[in-house]
Every structure is written in structure tokens, then in C-alpha cells.
């Protein structure tokens, strides 16, 4: 299973550093990604990541403030998210390509292993 972890509750303008760790699974040669679903509203793509460490980011929202990273040796995947605002308030979900060496995608539907999700809010 993905565990999501880190979530919280933080003031505009701060920081927070979600972790996913896979349990059962090595997800070393797969892609990773983070989506976030707000009240509402449609589950969205966030960052993703290659099993070598290639990233991608949604731009329009989040450009410059959140960085996707991963640690193969301990099976984890990161989001530090940084300048936090009112607008990234959701439920952020960790997910899986799991074919091996595949490349990022920011389709939902591209993923089959899902975690739970972490709260993050952010008020002003």
C-alpha cells in the first residue's frame, strides 16, 4: 500500500513536506505521482516523478513552490510544498505507474495504485 503522511494544517505562506511511502511494493523502476482534490472539485494533477528522478509539474498553480523528489532506498516519495496558499487546500493523494521505467503523466487515470490521501489546509 501507499501511506501519504505530513499533512496538516499551516498558515498562508508556510511549508509542508508530504511523504509516501510504499509498503509490499518496491516502487524504485516506477513513475510517482501527487494529485490533490479539493471540496468540490475535480482531482488534479500536481507533480510526478521517474523512477530516475525526471520531473514534472503542474505549472499554472504551483510553479516554483512545490518540488517532487524521491528516495528509492527507502521507497518514498516527497512533495515539499512551499508559499502555501489558501487555494492549495485539499486532499493530496500519492499514486503509482506501475510499469516499470514508464515516464510521468499527469492523467489520473494513468495510475494504479493509490494511496489514501493526507489533508493539507492552508488558512489565511
Known amino acids: 500500500q501507499l501511506v501519504e503522511s505530513g499533512g496538516g494544517l499551516v498558515q498562508t505562506g508556510g511549508s509542508l513536506r508530504l511523504s509516501c511511502a510504499a509498503h509490499g511494493r518496491t516502487v524504485s523502476r516506477y513513475a510517482m505521482g501527487w494529485f490533490r482534490q479539493a471540496p468540490e472539485k475535480e482531482r488534479e494533477f500536481v507533480a510526478a516523478i521517474t523512477w530516475r528522478g525526471d520531473t514534472t509539474y503542474q505549472t499554472e498553480n504551483i510553479k516554483g513552490r512545490f518540488t517532487v523528489s524521491r528516495d528509492n532506498a527507502e521507497n518514498t516519495v516527497y512533495l515539499q510544498m512551499t508559499s502555501l496558499k489558501s487555494e492549495d487546500t485539499a486532499l493530496y493523494y500519492c499514486?503509482?505507474?506501475?510499469?516499470?521505467?514508464?515516464?510521468?503523466?499527469?492523467?489520473?487515470?494513468?495510475?494504479?495504485?493509490w494511496g489514501q490521501g493526507t489533508q493539507v489546509t492552508v488558512s489565511s
Open positions: 499514486a503509482s505507474r506501475t510499469a516499470s521505467y514508464s515516464t510521468t503523466s499527469s492523467r489520473a487515470e494513468d495510475y494504479d495504485w
